[in-house]
């Protein structure tokens, strides 16, 4: 099939279309018309969270687990030393790291290099990345990621094969609707849910870790105490 | 099944089509296989949520309103979209869609693009018109990737490559990977497949996307999906060109707490997708420099006008329906024609094309309502089936071989005698049409004429020798 050069004007499609729709639905709608709408819509779903705090907790190591990731609480005082451990029992010694990753949770037993827009093939050559996060959600096992500092670019996180990410207690909530209503004010930056490693299914149903993102995944969740 | 790409105006019909497919015992397996896998994985997560009717109302209930105010929500999405620093486009039909695309990949100084896996662009074949215009289109998510190096076609919305197995995927690869050694473990199927995109992930400095969703609040879009191929697309590329029908649209960002958790327990059974991106235009520190989304109609709005069909518009394209299919699960994908199979594809494809290719697909169907019951906004399927079947029928006019063959029957029904007539000269006619089985049952394999269409898709028994009547007769007669 060639390109097609019998088509219409192009600038004409979008009133067209528009023209198109409002014959549809049998006029022009409007903000005041479209909003009232949808602020009558039912939601009668579930919202909030209906577990103590510790339960939630519990429920996102699980859901974590069940999606293959390796998971290890531990309390504010002791990541940079739990990380030394991960990383040790990994044989990871060069990890790249986005900027404004706090200093304290870096143990100084490992290289870590700092993304100043590294290429996508350098940063193929990493051991792995390591990250913090903006949330979690316990519920379904995912952590949520922003470009911002100590999170970094799309492609930092993505390209590595191995990833280990902090995850804060106060920034895990229960349900989906939890997490979309904290993401709501920062909405427009580039975000990334992700649920366990990379994964694919279209090998006759078997699930297979990782296809093109990274394979291995730990979480280190940070307790609010000591 | 060839190279080329699924077409609904020049594929065979339905019945034709399945009746090929029915013979394909590994196929059948295959696809049979893999649906119940899917269908008790979603039934376990789906039973893990007491809220899960409210979520399909929510969810039926947003996709509704969407419609209601499409060109509101399109123009607000086009605005957020531009001050984000994204370009929309806007294309009536497919060949303009075509034309916007390879544009824009020309304009990108590439001749070779990356793709992520999009049924909106099987729909409007991109595939053939880059070739056409020398670029060179690599699938990278997985079962897209068989398809596209098996010179196949996609048989399933969500899992497209569900109709081969591990043996079938393997030879594949090792033919063109030029890998004669590869394993067949799943694991060393899917180590191939990285090792292969890996080093076009790298290079190719165009992506080409769908959407699942485009919403209208903040101009961003967003991609579902599990392996990282479409994070790969979304991320590296200089230039980012999404495709998405007009109905992807959905009002705001919050809305995305219901699709969140509705699509990925139905599609594959997951709590939620591996990966979720969502991006608004572009941003100067993170991601493509240029991004562009083009805002496709092609026959979309000619749905939303049909009241009854509008409905059909409302699908997130989870697959559940086709998972739950009996028909689907007997005769696989390819034999709708088209690359939106199963119960979406028999009430999506025909309006489409504005009525006027896939006509037997409405009838592709028991009318069981499995589909209606997995959808998870809610979908009414077979009523739309039944409104579709309606349709075809007075489309085709009194004329058509279906309306004037019950027509005559309608007259013969009427008299006796001509009852009677007709059943005597039926016998005398079928007498050298009719070929005995081994347990001596005489069946038609092929009626001449304008009766062809009946036989063309099942047999017929022959008509009895003695009718009921005249058993009746004899009976009354001989006292038996
Ligand atoms: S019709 Fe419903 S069940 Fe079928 S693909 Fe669309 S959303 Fe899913």
Same mark, same amino acid.
Not at chain 2, 444 to 464: A, F, Y
């Given at each position: 099939?060639?390109?097609?050069?019998?088509?219409?004007?192009?600038?004409?499609?979008?009133?067209?279309?528009?023209?198109?729709?409002?014959?549809?639905?049998?006029?022009?709608?409007?903000?005041?018309?479209?909003?009232?709408?949808?602020?009558?819509?039912?939601?009668?779903?579930?919202?909030?969270?209906?577990?103590?705090?510790?339960?939630?907790?519990?429920?996102?190591?699980?859901?974590?687990?069940?999606?293959?990731?390796?998971?290890?609480?531990?309390?504010?005082?002791?990541?940079?030393?739990?990380?030394?451990?991960?990383?040790?029992?990994?044989?990871?010694?060069?990890?790249?790291?986005?900027?404004?990753?706090?200093?304290?949770?870096?143990?100084?037993?490992?290289?870590?290099?700092?993304?100043?827009?590294?290429?996508?093939?350098?940063?193929?050559?990493?051991?792995?990345?390591?990250?913090?996060?903006?949330?979690?959600?316990?519920? #379904?096992? #995912?952590?949520?990621?922003?470009?911002?500092?100590?999170?970094?670019?799309?492609?930092? #996180?993505?390209?590595?094969?191995?990833?280990?990410?902090?995850?804060?207690?106060?920034?895990?909530?229960? #349900?989906?609707?939890?997490?979309?209503?904290?993401?709501?004010?920062?909405?427009?930056?580039?975000?990334?849910?992700?649920?366990?490693?990379?994964?694919?299914?279209?090998?006759?149903?078997?699930?297979?870790?990782?296809?093109?993102?990274?394979?291995?995944?730990?979480?280190?969740?940070?307790?609010?105490?000591? | 099944?060839?190279?080329?790409?699924?077409?609904?105006?020049?594929?065979?019909?339905?019945?034709?089509?399945?009746?090929?497919? /029915?013979?394909?015992?590994?196929?059948?397996?295959?696809?049979?296989?893999?649906?119940?896998?899917?269908?008790?994985?979603?039934?376990?997560?789906?039973?893990?949520?007491?809220?899960?009717?409210?979520?399909?109302?929510?969810?039926?209930?947003?996709?509704?309103?969407?419609?209601?105010?499409?060109?509101?929500?399109?123009?607000?999405?086009?605005?957020?979209?531009?001050?984000?620093?994204?370009v929309v486009h806007w294309a009536r039909d497919a060949a303009e869609a075509r034309q916007i695309i390879v544009g824009l990949v020309k304009a990108s100084g590439s001749d070779e693009v990356i793709k992520i896996k999009s049924m909106t662009t099987e729909e409007i074949q991109l595939n053939s018109a880059l070739e056409a215009a020398g670029i060179h289109p690599y699938e990278t998510d997985l079962a897209e990737l068989?398809?596209?190096?098996?010179?196949?076609?996609?048989?399933?919305?969500?899992?497209?490559?569900?109709?081969?197995?591990?043996?079938?995927?393997?030879?594949?690869?090792?033919?063109? /990977?030029?890998?004669?050694?590869?394993?067949?473990?799943?694991?060393?199927?899917?180590?191939?497949?990285?090792?292969?995109?890996?080093?076009?992930?790298?290079?190719?400095?165009?992506?080409?996307?769908?959407?699942?969703?485009?919403?209208?609040?903040?101009?961003?879009?967003?991609?579902?999906?599990?392996?990282?191929?479409?994070?790969?697309?979304?991320?590296?590329?200089?230039?980012?060109?999404?495709?998405?029908?007009?109905?992807?649209?959905?009002?705001?960002?919050?809305?995305?707490?219901?699709?969140?958790?509705?699509?990925?327990?139905?599609?594959?059974?997951?709590?939620?997708?591996?990966? %979720?991106?969502?991006?608004?235009?572009?941003?100067?520190?993170?991601?493509?420099?240029?991004?562009?989304?083009?805002?496709?109609?092609?026959?979309?709005?000619?749905?939303?006008?049909?009241?009854?069909?509008?409905?059909?518009?409302?699908?997130?394209?989870?697959?559940?329906?086709? %998972?739950?299919?009996?028909?689907?699960?007997?005769?696989?994908?390819?034999?709708?024609?088209?690359?939106?199979?199963?119960?979406?594809?028999?009430?999506?494809?025909?309006?489409?094309?504005?009525?006027?290719?896939?006509?037997?697909l409405p009838y592709a169907s028991s009318l069981c309502g499995a589909c209606y019951e997995v959808c998870p906004v809610k979908i009414n399927i077979p009523e739309v089936l039944i409104h579709l079947r309606n349709k075809v029928v007075k489309q085709n006019g009194p004329l058509n071989v279906e309306a004037f063959a019950m027509k005559m029957m309608g007259m013969i029904f009427l008299s006796e005698h001509r009852f009677?007539?007709?059943?005597?000269?039926?016998?005398?006619?079928?007498?050298?049409?009719?070929?005995?089985?081994?347990?001596?049952?005489?069946?038609?394999?092929?009626?001449?004429? @304008?009766?062809?269409?009946?036989?063309?898709?099942?047999?017929?028994?022959? @008509?009895?020798?003695?009718?009921?009547?005249?058993?009746?007769?004899?009976?009354?007669?001989?006292?038996?």
């Amino acid at each position: 099939m060639g390109v097609d050069t019998g088509a219409a004007p192009l600038g004409s499609a979008r009133a067209e279309i528009l023209q198109r729709i409002r014959a549809a639905t049998g006029g022009v709608s409007n903000t005041e018309v479209a909003r009232a709408g949808w602020t009558r819509l039912p939601r009668e779903y579930r919202r909030a969270a209906t577990r103590e705090r510790e339960a939630v907790l519990e429920l996102l190591e699980d859901r974590l687990r069940d999606y293959d990731a390796n998971v290890v609480r531990t309390g504010r005082d002791r990541v940079s030393a739990i990380v030394a451990k991960m990383l040790s029992e990994r044989g990871k010694t060069r990890m790249v790291v986005p900027p404004g990753i706090p200093n304290e949770w870096l143990p100084v037993v490992v290289e870590f290099v700092v993304d100043e827009g590294l290429s996508a093939a350098e940063l193929d050559r990493f051991d792995g990345v390591m990250t913090g996060s903006t949330m979690a959600i316990a519920q #379904t096992g #995912t952590v949520i990621l922003q470009s911002v500092p100590g999170q970094g670019r799309r492609a930092v #996180t993505l390209v590595p094969d191995y990833q280990l990410c902090v995850v804060c207690e106060e920034d895990v909530v229960e #349900t989906v609707p939890e997490a979309m209503a904290r993401l709501q004010e920062t909405a427009e930056l580039p975000t990334t849910f992700f649920s366990g490693p990379s994964a694919t299914a279209d090998i006759e149903m078997t699930r297979i870790k990782g296809v093109h993102g990274p394979r291995y995944l730990d979480v280190v969740l940070v307790g609010s105490g000591i | 099944m060839s190279g080329s790409a699924l077409d609904p105006k020049t594929a065979p019909v339905f019945p034709i089509a399945a009746r090929t497919a /029915m013979k394909d015992g590994q196929l059948r397996r295959n696809v049979r296989h893999a649906t119940d896998v899917i269908q008790a994985k979603r039934a376990r997560v789906v039973a893990e949520m007491p809220d899960w009717q409210e979520l399909r109302e929510a969810g039926k209930q947003i996709r509704q309103h969407t419609m209601e105010n499409l060109d509101f929500y399109l123009e607000e999405f086009e605005a957020n979209c531009t001050r984000a620093g994204g370009v929309v486009h806007w294309a009536r039909d497919a060949a303009e869609a075509r034309q916007i695309i390879v544009g824009l990949v020309k304009a990108s100084g590439s001749d070779e693009v990356i793709k992520i896996k999009s049924m909106t662009t099987e729909e409007i074949q991109l595939n053939s018109a880059l070739e056409a215009a020398g670029i060179h289109p690599y699938e990278t998510d997985l079962a897209e990737l068989i398809i596209q190096l098996g010179h196949d076609q996609p048989s399933h919305i969500v899992v497209p490559a569900l109709h081969k197995n591990r043996q079938q995927i393997r030879e594949i690869f090792q033919r063109e /990977m030029n890998l004669p050694k590869l394993g067949e473990r799943p694991e060393d199927l899917a180590d191939a497949a990285r090792i292969f995109l890996r080093e076009k992930f790298l290079r190719v400095k165009t992506g080409v996307s769908g959407a699942n969703f485009l919403i209208a609040e903040t101009g961003g879009v967003c991609i579902v999906e599990s392996e990282g191929n479409g994070r790969m697309c979304l991320t590296l590329p200089e230039t980012l060109i999404a495709v998405a029908g007009i109905d992807k649209v959905v009002p705001r960002f919050a809305d995305l707490e219901v699709l969140f958790q509705l699509l990925p327990r139905s599609a594959t059974g997951e709590r939620m997708n591996p990966y %979720n991106s969502i991006w608004t235009g572009v941003n100067a520190a993170d991601g493509p420099r240029a991004f562009h989304v083009v805002l496709m109609d092609n026959a979309r709005t000619e749905i939303l006008a049909d009241a009854e069909g509008r409905q059909t518009l409302n699908c997130i394209r989870c697959g559940a329906c086709q %998972n739950a299919c009996p028909v689907y699960r007997q005769t696989g994908g390819h034999a709708y024609g088209s690359v939106y199979a199963g119960p979406i594809g028999a009430i999506l494809t025909p309006q489409l094309q504005e009525m006027h290719h896939a006509q037997s697909l409405p009838y592709a169907s028991s009318l069981c309502g499995a589909c209606y019951e997995v959808c998870p906004v809610k979908i009414n399927i077979p009523e739309v089936l039944i409104h579709l079947r309606n349709k075809v029928v007075k489309q085709n006019g009194p004329l058509n071989v279906e309306a004037f063959a019950m027509k005559m029957m309608g007259m013969i029904f009427l008299s006796e005698h001509r009852f009677r007539a007709a059943q005597r000269m039926g016998r005398m006619a079928e007498a050298p049409l009719v070929r005995r089985d081994e347990k001596g049952e005489g069946w038609i394999g092929w009626l001449p004429g @304008m009766l062809g269409g009946w036989t063309k898709v099942r047999d017929l028994q022959e @008509m009895p020798q003695e009718t009921f009547r005249d058993w009746w007769k004899k009976r009354g007669t001989h006292g038996s």
